[in-house]
């Protein structure tokens, strides 16, 4: 059976949202194990817990950013099979915005670093091809719909 994950792809906005899609920038944490890789805020799901639960709990304890903090976007959910650690594993993201642009991040001691990037740098730095996508497509639903 697959490990299965949730996360939150998390982005802010310059305070004129729409007006140039360049100023979306996409929270990218840096993992303290293994080979250092660039995520979004993902954890395993707790026994009892919804997904969406799951992403937001994992999302406070490795960015301190709290539900309140955010606004999940309707509409963007996305999948994610692919193998880690030599097991298969899904992670379902979901879109969240910060509703601070300027908010604290306090990092856990699952990682070491963490940046706000725009979709070129994000892609760049997220080296799986399904990470890239994901970025992508969500980047791609925010600039087609009403912020």
Known sequence: MALRACGL????RHLIPKVDNSTIEFLL???SN???????????VDPGETDLETALRETREETGIEASQ???IEGFRKELNYVAWKKPKTVIYWLAEVRDYDVEICLSQEHQAYRWLGLEEACQLAQFDEMKATLQEGHQFLCSTPA
Not at 34 to 44: F, L, Q, R, S, V
């Open 29 to 31: 944490l840096q993992a």
């Open 9 to 12: 792809i998390i982005f802010r």
């Open 70 to 72: 955010l606004t999940i």
């Open 34 to 44: 293994g080979i250092h890789h660039w995520t979004p805020p993902k954890g395993h």
